[in-house]
């Protein structure tokens, strides 16, 4: 990997050079396909309007003197669920707990993390990694201030303290694999849809209002997909995303589209977004993770039992 060497010479590497060449030409090509689509709290456009990256653009320069301003770090793959076309399960199936060394996270503790205006933490599961909570931890106690997003599947919230996260600024992305326990347990393996819908409550009546709940529309659950809709525009305080498993291609979106005319009153609280995976990416992904790939074709061939 190109950030071995550390994240502030990734930065301005041959790799990150010819990416920042291709959007200049506004050339996405590079993303096509990718599953990792997230939408943060802050609007990443502003970023954009800032003087000195403004300049940056406007000079089409491809070394930048600054470091990234909105990082997403994954510290580990650990997680406390089993779903069925998780990327991450064959890495933690191998023993391989996170790509990122303790040197390299130093350095993102103590330089990247202070000159980001925004840091999101995913996973695996965040807060069932004890090295991500021992760093979300130091981080928030360093910089209270910080605008931290942590992507999570809501099952540990109350462990980590819902009070807590009320109190700080921490935001949240709860992703939701189904609204009744049995297409909960289906996709994910695990039957705790109960206890993510009560800490989700919890923390509805403390006021927190800093919450995207994200439902990934899949074989095996996309019967719960206008359930999930409908706890939406029930609950007004929470904001919401719907989107496709991209492993899946197209295959749910005339779904998506009907769900989205019907909820078209509530556009500016719940998204959707259309995901497919080019043939490229669907090629490379098999020779790239084989284990992946026949894990995940076994899984679908369950679903149509």
């Not at 669920?81 to 199936?93: E, G, I, K, L, P």
């Not at 999101?120 to 360093?142: C, D, H, N, Q, Y």
């Not at 959707?272 to 080019?278: I, M, P």
């Amino acid at each position: 990997m190109i950030i071995n060497s550390g994240i502030k010479y990734a930065w301005n590497s041959p790799q990150f050079r010819f990416q920042r060449k291709l959007v200049l030409k506004n050339d996405w090509s590079f993303c096509k396909g990718s599953s990792c689509f997230f939408y943060p709290y802050f609007d990443e456009s502003q970023l954009l309007n800032r003087p000195f990256i403004k300049s940056a653009i406007d000079a089409k320069e491809l070394r930048l003197d600054y470091l990234p301003q909105a990082v997403n770090i994954i510290p580990s793959y650990s997680c406390n669920n089993n779903c069925y076309m998780c990327y991450h399960v064959s890495q933690r199936d191998r023993g391989k707990e996170c790509k990122l060394s303790d040197t390299i996270m130093k350095e993102i503790e103590d330089d990247i993390v202070p000159a980001a205006e925004f840091v999101t933490i995913s996973g695996g599961e965040p807060l069932f990694s004890e090295r991500t909570r021992s760093f979300i931890g130091r981080v928030m106690s360093a910089h209270p201030n910080k605008r931290l997003l942590i992507n999570t599947n809501g099952i540990l919230l109350h462990e980590y303290g819902l009070e807590k996260i009320v109190e700080t600024n921490i935001f949240l992305n709860v992703t939701v694999y189904g609204m009744e326990e049995a297409s909960y347990e289906s996709v994910t393996g695990s039957s705790r849809c109960r206890i993510i819908f009560k800490n989700i409550q919890r923390l509805f009546d403390l006021g927190y209002q800093n919450m995207r709940l994200i439902f990934i529309v899949t074989d095996k659950n996309y019967k719960d997909s206008e359930k999930f809709c409908a706890f939406i525009k029930e609950n007004k305080n929470v904001k919401g995303m719907l989107r496709n498993n991209c492993f899946e291609d197209t295959k749910y979106w005339s779904l998506m589209r009907q769900l989205e005319m019907k909820y078209c009153d509530i556009a500016s609280r719940l998204k959707f977004v259309y995901q497919s995976e080019s043939l490229f990416n669907s090629i490379t992904r098999r020779l790239y993770d084989p284990v992946f790939f026949v894990r995940y074709l076994l899984a679908k061939r369950e679903v149509k039992r």
